[in-house]
Every structure is written in C-alpha cells, then in structure tokens.
C-alpha cells in the first residue's frame, strides 16, 4: 500500500462490510487499522486478498511487534533482484533473437520463449494486483501494466513485453527501497533507546529488564556512555548528558538532582540513579516518533492537489488511447496494427506513478530532516504554510530570554520594616507558585542573607496576568506585577519612581503587598539567550517581521527587545491581548506565527497561521497544542524551519515539472514520433525514481543558512 490510488481501492473493497465502524491508515507505514466486531476480521481479510494486497497481521501488544512502530518492509533486496535481474537477461535475449530471427520459426519460438519467461519471472505479483483491478473496474498501474504487457505479447511483440515487464519490475523495486528510506529516516530515533535498563529490585540488588515492562517509579542505575533508557528525574549522581538525539542542542546539558532525563539521550560522564516518571511507550522519544508519524500520515496541500489531478489524469490518457486504437487506422491511415501498439504505449505512459509519489517522499523527507534537528512538524499543511509567514510573534520569557530570571534586587520600602519578616513572607507565598518570576523570587530570598523561613499560607491563588495571593497569620498578602498594584490603588509616586528606574534597566518588577499598602519591592533580571540575535537577524533576512508580544511591562520588554535587535514590542499584555494582536498582525502584515509554551498562549496560539511550541521537549501539553514543536529553546530552529519549507516548496514543483514534463514528452512522441513500449516505462520509471531521489535530498538539507 503505497499512495492514496491503493488506499481507496481498499477502502471500495471494504465498504460493503457493515459490521466496519471505521478505518484508518497510515500509506507512512502500510498500516490499516481496522475498528470492526472480531467476526468481521475473517470478511475483511478476505476482500482485502481479492483485490490483489496480502494483508500481515500486527500483534501491537506486544512490544516491538511491528518493528517499533507498525512499519512494514518491502520485499528484501537481495531476495527479490537476482530473480528480476534474470528476468532482464531473459528480455535481452529475446531482443536479441528478435534482430536476428529473419523468419526462422525455431528463433521466433525461442525469441517468444525467452520473453515469455521474463514476464513469469517478473510480473507474477503485477499481473495478480491488475486482473484484481479489472475484475472490479479499476484502472490502477498493475491494471495499465497487465493490458499493456498482455496485449505487447498478443500482437506478436514478444522482446518488447518481456523487457517492459523487467524493467517496469526492477525500477518498482528499487523505487520502493528508495522510498522506505524517507519513510524510515524517523525510526532510526527508535534505535537511539536501549532495549534493556538497570533496574532496582524490591531487595535492593539491580538487574537488567527490558525497557518495556519497567514501571514508572522505578529506580534505574545509567552508567558513563550508556543511552538512557527511560524518562525520569535525576535522583543522584551530577553530570553532562548529550540531548541532541531528542532536542538538537549541540552541547551537553549539566544535570543535578531534580532535573529530568529523556529516553535517547546520552549520559557523558558519571554514573546517575533515576526514577522512571513514563512508560517506555509514552517516552519523550516515543510521543516524537508518534508525533512524526502522525504528521507523514497527514497530507500536504500540493499533495492533495496531486491526488486529485492524477484520479483525472489517467481515465482520460486510457481514453486517448481508445480513441488512438479505435480512430486513427480511419483517421491517419495507420495500420490496425500500428494503431493497437500506439494505444498500448499510451497504456504505460498513462501511470501515473512518477506525479503520485513525487509530493510524500519530499513531505516525509523534509518532516524526517526537521525531526533530526529537534523540530516536529505536525503535517505537511503546517510544513507549507511556514513559506507564507509574514510575521512572527515572539513571547518574552524562554523563548526570546533564557526562561530563567534572578532576583537582583529585594527592597523594603519602609525603612522601618523588619527586612527579615517581609522577606519570610515573600519566601511562602513565591514558593507556592511555578511562575518562573515567582521561582526566581524564592530562590533568591532562600540564597540571600535573610533569615527567612515557610510560613502556611491558606487560600492560596495565582491570578492570570497579575500574580499570586493568599492569608498568612491571619491577614492577606499578594506578589503584584504593577499593573495589579495600580489596579488596588497603592502605587504612589515614590513606588512609581522606583518601579520606572528598575524597569527601564530591563527588569520585572514584583511587590509584595497588604491590605494597607505596597511593603517590598523584588526585582528580578532575564538574560537574553544567547542565540535570539542571530534568530532575529536571520527572520529579518527572510522577510518576516518579529514581534514581541508580553505580559511584562512594557519598559522591560523595550530593554529586551532592544537588545535582540526587535522594533514592535508589546508589553502589558492579557492571553485575550495576545490573541486581538495576532488578529492586528494578520490584517497588517499577512500570514502569522505565534511562539509559546502552548499554555498559556493557547489563544494566541490557535488564532496564528502557525503556533510555534518552544522547549516542548518536557511539556506535554505544548505538544497537543501547536503545530511545530521545537524540543529545545533555540529559537534559530524558526528561520530554520522557514528555509526548509521553502526548499521543500522548491522541491515539490521541481518534481511536478519533471513527471508531468517527461509525460507531456512522451504523449507527442507516442501518438506523432517513433516511441517504444520498452522506452515508456523506462521513462516513466525513470521519472519516478528522479523525482524520488530528488525528494530523498532534503533528508540531509543544510537549513543552518
């Protein structure tokens, strides 16, 4: 099952089968899945066999069943060449006799022999696929090969039957092995997990299990070189681990205690304990693979437009060629001889294999290259539509900034104030939040010179856009952004002078707060990533605009912006703020992508042409919700996925051209010049696999630049 032509066929051959509730396929894998009463099975089977597939059953629950991933292989190589590179000598020799056989019957009969065995040897499984097709109707290439081939032989053009049934054989083959190896440039990630982990028994010893049955909680033991089996969180033990496989970041990350590991991803340097937070089968690598999957599966606009075009395309060549058996002995003056052989060439010119299979093995190609970068892309749609991009939106914190602020500043605002108390109180209440601000806040205070300690703070709540609140001792406090603290009436011109000056130094500041008044000020600093000028710089060069779009005041996000070389900055902003900008950018400016956690942008994110996840590699949720997720926070993965569609764009039409130029040839030459059938399908398949190799180039495309 290799494009959408042979998933219809099997969808018709299954319709009549009511007890089916639904199907679904994956053409990435040759996988169908089938949702039926188990009595169905036997039927279904069945009328899949009649139309000329063998179908394999799947054991998905057993792990590594289908290969990984329920990928099945064409027939080995080195099994299925000798018989059909015999077949080729067959079809030589008869060429052969066929110059020298004058009208000696014994040469004629060797010479049809000869052919004749090419053909058995070659095109068994072709002619089963076809006579399928023309029993129920169906005009697919096997059906087109069948005719053409049968009546070749049937009109006496023995050498030209045999030679176009080999080559028509071997150029399918390794068309098929070129491509499985677009479709199989992502299960290579499958090979980056170890099989086995070093597991903690009940008593205390380690031993080796399969990575399958290890439940989550476990503790396993990761050795210096080993690959780590499983996600988990370091327990114990400090060192570097190489996250490229998983995130495409080209230098190892230093990890401690409390920080997560994702299966495939190398441990450099000293032996870790960990405990197992997912299921081998629901991995970081596995949701990657899965995500991939799913996108290969999804068809890409020119795609579809393929699909569409080639339904039309081969009815009315198999028409013309009716018409050229039937017209022209009146028309032209051919001989009915002459006329059938023409008809016969147009039969093989009518394949459309070549424009078929030119549009998903560069969509796959491209997908896979992206993936081994550390960027999934959810479908060929999304893949496409990033050429169009007019703008990208930017959020601040982790994805322009390094997503890990500091407190810089904490200070009381009363002079009188114990410094030591208003600090414990600030400690509780940052503590119960996982804001990145409200984190940096706790961890500051806890490394500073404050004797502070945890207090119980009860009715805790985080406000969206504004910060944190809850009772401690009896009484309400808030960690207020400024926009809060204006909003209850206690920013004075004194605390507005202070908030202005910290602010234009590119800081967020946050205050805690009573019911009676503002009490302390914490500022806290995000440092620039390292790599965000380069990403602008290059986003420019293509011809979209950046924006910033944030929820931090807007002299914090102008300090910022500055520095990563952005002109637009939005400050102050709501999740509906960052929605109505989208929409603003899209009637200014055109096609929009938004860039977030794929949380907390989730608006946003919906409404843009395109919604960016950055650092989705430990967030689950980021991964439902945009439409490309790039693993790690290099924001350069975005001009980097703008120059892949755009190349793949490239490829795409430059592929189109191709099978349709070589067809449009070969329609003039069949019907007006002096082409053979042996020469069609030896174009025609040799169009399919130019347009296949040349899809198979994006798999090491250099997007870099």
């Known amino acids: 099952m290799d494009c959408a032509t042979e998933e219809s066929e099997i969808r018709r051959a299954l319709e009549p089968i009511g007890e089916i509730k639904s199907l679904r396929f994956d053409l990435g894998e040759r996988v169908m899945s089938i949702v039926a009463d188990p009595a169905a099975l036997d039927t279904a089977l ?16 057993v792990p590594g069943a289908t290969g990984g991933s329920g990928h099945v292989e064409t027939a080995p190589l080195k ?15 008869a060429e052969g006799l066929f110059f020298l056989a004058a009208d000696g019957l014994m040469l004629k009969l060797a010479e049809m022999l000869f052919a004749g065995t090419a053909i058995a040897l070659s095109g068994f499984s072709t002619y089963k696929k076809g006579l399928a097709a023309l029993r129920s109707g169906r005009l697919n290439i096997n059906a087109l090969m069948a005719v053409a081939v049968t009546g070749a032989f049937l009109i006496g053009q023995w050498p030209e039957a045999g030679m176009v049934m080999a080559l028509y054989a071997i150029a399918e083959l390794i068309e098929a092995r070129a491509v499985d190896r677009a479709r199989n440039a992502i299960q290579s990630l499958l090979a980056m997990a170890p099989e086995h982990a070093e597991v903690q028994q009940a008593d205390g010893s380690w031993a080796r299990q399969l990575v399958a049955v290890v439940p989550v909680g476990a503790l ?27 995130t495409g970041e080209s230098i190892p990350v230093d990890k401690a205690a409390g920080d997560e590991l994702y299966a495939g991803t190398i441990n450099q340097t000293a032996a870790l304990e960990f405990r197992v937070t997912a299921l081998a089968s629901n991995s970081t690598l596995a949701r990657i693979i899965h995500a991939v999957e799913q996108a290969q599966g999804a068809r890409a606009p020119t795609q579809r437009f393929v699909d569409r075009f080639a339904a039309i395309y081969t009815p ?103 410094s030591n108390a208003l600090a414990t109180l600030a400690l509780s209440l940052a503590s119960r939040s996982d804001h990145p601000v409200s984190s940096a ?60 000056e910290h602010e234009k130094n590119g800081r967020t500041v946050t205050l805690l707060a009573s019911e009676q008044g503002a009490l302390a000020l914490c500022a806290v600093a995000d440092t620039i990533k390292p790599s965000s000028q380069q990403a602008v710089a290059a986003l420019k060069a293509l011809g979209v605009t950046p924006v910033m ?127 053979s059938m042996w020469m069609a399908v030896f174009a025609d398949m040799g169009a399919s696999l130019l347009v296949v190799f040349n899809g198979l180039r994006l798999l090491k495309a250099d997007v870099s630049r």
């Not at 051919?334 to 006329?339: D, G, P």
């Not at 060439?345 to 896979?368: D, K």
């Not at 969206?464 to 009896?474: D, E, I, T």
Request: glycine share 10%.
């Open 79 to 93: 099994s299925e060449l000798p018989k059909l590179l015999l077949a080729l000598l067959m079809a030589l020799v």
């Open 220 to 246: 396993v033991r990761l050795r210096p070189g080993e690959r780590v089996p499983l996600d988990g969180v370091l327990i114990s033990g400090t060192g570097s681990v190489d996250q490229a496989p998983v």
């Open 441 to 500: 806040i706790a961890q500051g205070l806890r490394a500073g010179n404050f004797q502070a300690a945890m207090l119980n703070v009860d009715d805790f709540a985080a406000v969206a856009g504004r910060g944190v609140q809850g009772q401690m001792a009896g009484a309400g406090y808030v960690l207020a952004n400024h926009r809060w603290i204006e909003e209850r009436g206690q920013c004075s011109p004194a605390i507005e002078g202070q908030l202005r």
């Open 316 to 418: 009315a060549v198999f028409l013309l060629a009716i018409a050229v058996a039937l017209l022209t002995p009146w028309l032209a003056g051919w001989s009915w001889m002459l006329a059938l052989y023409k008809a016969l060439v147009l039969l093989v010119i009518a394949c459309p294999c070549a424009l078929v299979i030119s549009t998903p093995v560069t969509v796959v190609s491209a997908l896979a290259a992206a993936a081994r970068r550390g960027v999934l892309i959810k479908g060929g749609v999304y893949l496409e539509q990033a050429r169009k991009l007019k703008a990208v939106a930017l959020d601040k914190t982790g994805t322009i900034t390094a997503g890990k602020p500091t407190l810089v500043a904490f200070q009381v605002l009363d002079e009188s104030a114990d």
């Open 549 to 675: 779009l944030t929820g931090d005041n807007q002299a914090t996000a102008e300090a910022i912006a500055a520095q990563a070389g952005i002109a637009e900055v939005r400050g102050n902003l709501l999740p509906e703020d960052k929605l109505a900008a989208i929409q603003d950018l899209q009637r200014r400016l055109g096609p929009t992508g938004m860039t977030g956690d794929g949380i907390n942008d989730a608006p946003a994110l919906a409404q843009a042409d395109i919604g960016f996840a950055m650092g989705a590699a430990g967030t689950h949720t980021a991964m439902e919700a945009a439409d490309v997720l790039v693993m790690n926070d290099d924001l350069q993965r975005l001009p980097e996925t703008i120059r892949l569609s755009r190349r793949t764009h490239a490829v795409l039409w430059q592929n189109i051209t191709l099978a349709l130029g070589i067809k449009a040839g070969f329609l003039v030459a069949a019907v007006l010049g002096d082409a």
């Open 46 to 61: 069945a009328a899949i066999r009649k139309i000329g597939f063998t179908p394999q059953l799947l054991d998905v629950a």
